[in-house]
């Protein structure tokens, strides 16, 4: 946790971009009865009944100092979908920094093997070589700004019925234009200082060992 929060204290650094990346799942579901027409004022009126349509994947990369943020949706949230998206992140995003420090979750798929079975190995040791990883501690990834700006996403314009992943695409690329051209910073102000005081029986006690003060 602590390691974490020592990085969102860094200055902005373009040469060193702290980035947070995280995933969610999205239910597709489709209409069973054509929704009906409302006038100007009144709620939306639709059938109880739906129907599931599969489902596809979130990527969320977002720069908390800088107010930039990317969604990346794909059919599933496999190690090369993950791949896929870090390669993303180094080539096309951030191709001028020199390391892109990412801020994440610690599931299994987040790591260098995803690399090397998605790319040849020269290719994953180059990719590898721009990142800098920063893994929160188990139950612990509400430490993830992603998380948050998946959050947002889903509360702005994926709260309601959506069939298919054409349509996701759409919404959230022009939620991501709209919030990136005002420059929507997330103003992190959960510190170090205030951890240690605001989760202080998390903290083994001086003289005690884990064991003694987990049975405590």
Known sequence: MEDVLQVYARPYDPDYPVVCVDEASKQLIGEVATPQGTKPGQPARIDYEYVREGVCNLFMMCQPLRGWRHVKVTDRRTRRDWAECIKELVDVHFPLSRKVVVVEDNLNT??????????????????LDRLEFHSTPKHGSWLDMAEIELNIVNRQCLNRRIDNKADIVREVTAWEEDRNAKQCHIH?????????????????????????HNQS
């Not at 987040?110 to 990719?127: F, N, Q, V």
């Not at 005081?197 to 005690?208: A, D, E, F």
């Open 110 to 127: 987040h790591d260098g093997t995803s690399l090397y079975e998605t790319y040849p190995p020269e290719e994953a040791r180059r990719i």
């Open 188 to 212: 992190w102000t959960f510190t170090i200082a205030a951890a240690r005081i605001k989760l202080k029986k998390l903290y083994p006690t001086i003289g005690q060992t884990t064991e003694d």
